[in-house]
C-alpha cells in the first residue's frame, strides 16, 4: 500500500480523576490501537467530510483551496474540484452545509438553497430546491445532513414554519429530526427532541442543538451534544426503542439556553458546558467523545461583549480537550483522557496527529490520517 505507515501501537490512558461511576479494576479495560495510516501528497490541511462503507473513499474538503478532494485507500487524490462559482457543476455558493456518499455511487451536497448530486468525478448530475433549512451553526460539514440507504436525514425546518425561529421554547418547539426519501426528498417522518433531554426540560436556544447521529440496521443511534443520553428510534418509523446515560464525569457540565435577542450568550453558554462531539463502534465496543467545560471563575472573568479575543481563546485551548469514553453492552467500562484529538465520521476513528505530537509544532509537507480501532 502506497506511502503507508502499518503500525500497531497500543496505547492506553488511565482516567486522571475516577468518579463513582467509574468500573472496578476487575473489568478488562480496551485498548485504543492505532492500525493504520494514509498520507496524502498535499501541502494543505483539509478536513474529512465522509468515508464510504467499505472505507475505499475519502471525501475531503480543503478550505484553504476551497477544493473538494477524493482519495482512496492508498493516499491517491483521484479527483479535486472547485464547485462553488459560476461553472457549470457548481452549486453557486461559496459554502455548503454538508456532503455525504451514497450508496448509489453519488455524492450529495446540501447547500443553503438546495440538493446537488454528482458522480466521483464530480460531474452535476441533479439539482433539487429543497423546502427546508437545515438547523446547524456549522458550515461545510455540518451534522445536520446525513445519508443512509433510501433515506435522507435532516435536522432541520421547513422553510414555511419560519415563526419557529422566534420562538422561546425554539428548542422543543419543532419536530426537526426528519427523514426524508433519497430520491424525491419526500417527508417520511419527524420527530421532536426527547422528552426527557435537557434541552426539552429547559427548552430555548443552544449553540449545538444538532445531534450526532449513527445508523446501524433497522436503527438509528442519536447523541445530542447538550444532553449525555443515547437514544436509539427504528427506521423508518423514528419509534424512541432504547435510551441509556452515559454518565459523564465532572468536566462535563450541562450548558445553560439562551433567548433570542441576548447577542453573544450562546458562545459563552457552550463555553461553560461540556459537549459531545462523536461517537464510533468499534469490535463491539462504543466509544464517546466530548468537550470539556470551563470552570464558573474562568468564565465571570472574561468580557462577555467579545467572543475569540486572547483569553476568550485562552480558556478554549485550556479546557475545551477532549474526554473519551468506552461503552460495553450500554455499560461505560471506562473515561479519561489519551494525547490525541480523535475524529469519528461513519464508525471511522481517525486522527490527524501522532499520538503525543503538538499538531502545530511540525511544519508537514505532506498530510497523514492515523486510523484507530478499540480492541
Given at each position: 500500500?502506497?506511502n503507508?505507515?502499518?503500525?500497531?501501537?497500543?496505547?492506553?490512558?488511565?482516567?486522571?480523576?475516577?468518579?463513582a461511576?467509574?468500573?472496578?479494576?476487575?473489568?478488562?479495560?480496551?485498548?485504543?490501537?492505532?492500525?493504520?495510516?494514509?498520507?496524502?501528497d498535499r501541502?494543505?490541511d483539509f478536513?474529512?467530510?465522509?468515508?464510504?462503507?467499505?472505507?475505499?473513499?475519502?471525501?475531503?474538503?480543503?478550505?484553504?483551496?476551497g477544493?473538494?478532494?477524493?482519495?482512496?485507500?492508498?493516499?491517491?487524490?483521484?479527483?479535486?474540484?472547485?464547485?462553488?462559482?459560476?461553472g457549470?457543476?457548481?452549486?453557486?455558493?461559496?459554502?455548503?452545509?454538508?456532503?455525504?456518499?451514497?450508496?448509489?455511487?453519488?455524492?450529495?451536497?446540501q447547500?443553503?438553497a438546495?440538493?446537488?448530486?454528482?458522480?466521483?468525478?464530480?460531474?452535476?448530475?441533479?439539482?433539487?430546491?429543497?423546502t427546508?433549512?437545515?438547523v446547524?451553526?456549522?458550515?461545510?460539514?455540518?451534522?445536520?445532513f446525513?445519508?443512509?440507504g433510501?433515506?435522507?436525514?435532516?435536522?432541520?425546518?421547513?422553510?414555511?414554519q419560519?415563526?419557529?425561529?422566534?420562538?422561546e421554547?425554539?428548542?422543543?418547539?419543532?419536530?426537526?429530526?426528519?427523514?426524508?426519501?433519497i430520491?424525491t426528498?419526500d417527508?417520511?417522518?419527524?420527530i421532536?427532541?426527547?422528552?426527557?433531554?435537557?434541552?426539552?426540560?429547559?427548552?430555548?436556544?443552544?449553540n449545538n442543538l444538532?445531534?450526532?447521529?449513527?445508523?446501524?440496521?433497522?436503527?438509528?443511534?442519536?447523541?445530542y451534544?447538550?444532553?449525555?443520553?443515547m437514544?436509539?428510534?427504528?427506521?423508518?418509523?423514528?419509534?424512541?426503542t432504547?435510551?441509556?446515560?452515559?454518565l459523564?464525569g465532572?468536566?462535563?457540565?450541562?450548558?445553560?439556553?439562551?433567548?433570542?435577542?441576548?447577542?453573544?450568550?450562546?458562545?459563552?453558554?457552550?463555553?461553560?458546558?461540556?459537549?459531545?462531539?462523536?461517537?464510533?463502534?468499534?469490535?463491539?465496543?462504543?466509544?464517546?467523545?466530548?468537550?470539556?467545560?470551563?470552570?464558573?471563575?474562568?468564565?465571570?472573568?472574561?468580557?462577555?461583549?467579545?467572543?475569540g479575543?486572547?483569553?476568550?481563546?485562552?480558556?478554549?485551548?485550556?479546557?475545551?480537550?477532549?474526554?473519551?469514553?468506552i461503552?460495553?453492552d450500554?455499560?461505560?467500562?471506562?473515561e479519561?483522557?489519551?494525547?490525541?484529538?480523535?475524529?469519528?465520521?461513519?464508525?471511522?476513528?481517525?486522527?490527524?496527529?501522532?499520538?503525543?505530537?503538538?499538531?502545530?509544532s511540525?511544519?508537514?509537507?505532506?498530510?497523514?490520517?492515523?486510523?484507530?480501532?478499540?480492541?
Amino acid at each position: 500500500m502506497k506511502n503507508i505507515l502499518f503500525v500497531l501501537l497500543v496505547v492506553l490512558v488511565s482516567c486522571s480523576k475516577k468518579d463513582a461511576s467509574q468500573p472496578s479494576s476487575s473489568i478488562e479495560i480496551p485498548e485504543l490501537v492505532l492500525t493504520d495510516s494514509l498520507v496524502i501528497d498535499r501541502l494543505t490541511d483539509f478536513v474529512v467530510l465522509d468515508v464510504t462503507e467499505d472505507q475505499s473513499l475519502f471525501l475531503l474538503y480543503d478550505w484553504t483551496l476551497g477544493e473538494f478532494m477524493l482519495s482512496n485507500r492508498s493516499g491517491d487524490v483521484v479527483k479535486t474540484a472547485d464547485l462553488t462559482g459560476d461553472g457549470k457543476n457548481s452549486f453557486q455558493d461559496s459554502y455548503f452545509t454538508a456532503a455525504r456518499f451514497t450508496d448509489r455511487n453519488e455524492i450529495l451536497v446540501q447547500t443553503f438553497a438546495g440538493l446537488y448530486a454528482y458522480d466521483f468525478d464530480f460531474i452535476l448530475k441533479k439539482k433539487l430546491l429543497t423546502t427546508y433549512d437545515i438547523v446547524s451553526r456549522t458550515v461545510n460539514g455540518s451534522r445536520g445532513f446525513d445519508t443512509y440507504g433510501n433515506f435522507i436525514y435532516t435536522f432541520s425546518i421547513e422553510k414555511d414554519q419560519g415563526e419557529t425561529w422566534e420562538k422561546e421554547n425554539f428548542s422543543a418547539a419543532y419536530p426537526f429530526f426528519t427523514l426524508r426519501d433519497i430520491e424525491t426528498l419526500d417527508h417520511i417522518h419527524s420527530i421532536n427532541i426527547p422528552d426527557q433531554s435537557a434541552m426539552a426540560l429547559n427548552p430555548g436556544f443552544y449553540n449545538n442543538l444538532d445531534p450526532i447521529v449513527n445508523f446501524r440496521g433497522n436503527s438509528v443511534y442519536v447523541l445530542y451534544p447538550n444532553s449525555p443520553e443515547m437514544y436509539v428510534y427504528d427506521l423508518p418509523g423514528l419509534t424512541l426503542t432504547n435510551s441509556f446515560n452515559l454518565l459523564p464525569g465532572e468536566a462535563y457540565k450541562l450548558a445553560k439556553p439562551y433567548k433570542p435577542g441576548e447577542g453573544l450568550a450562546g458562545f459563552f453558554n457552550s463555553l461553560a458546558a461540556g459537549e459531545y462531539t462523536h461517537f464510533a463502534f468499534s469490535n463491539g465496543y462504543l466509544i464517546t467523545s466530548y468537550e470539556g467545560a470551563a470552570p464558573q471563575d474562568e468564565m465571570d472573568a472574561l468580557d462577555r461583549n467579545i467572543v475569540g479575543g486572547p483569553e476568550f481563546q485562552r480558556v478554549i485551548d485550556t479546557y475545551k480537550k477532549p474526554y473519551y469514553q468506552i461503552f460495553k453492552d450500554e455499560e461505560k467500562i471506562w473515561e479519561g483522557q489519551w494525547d490525541v484529538t480523535l475524529g469519528m465520521v461513519r464508525n471511522l476513528i481517525y486522527s490527524k496527529h501522532k499520538i503525543g505530537e503538538d499538531p502545530d509544532s511540525v511544519e508537514k509537507d505532506v498530510q497523514t490520517l492515523y486510523f484507530y480501532e478499540i480492541r
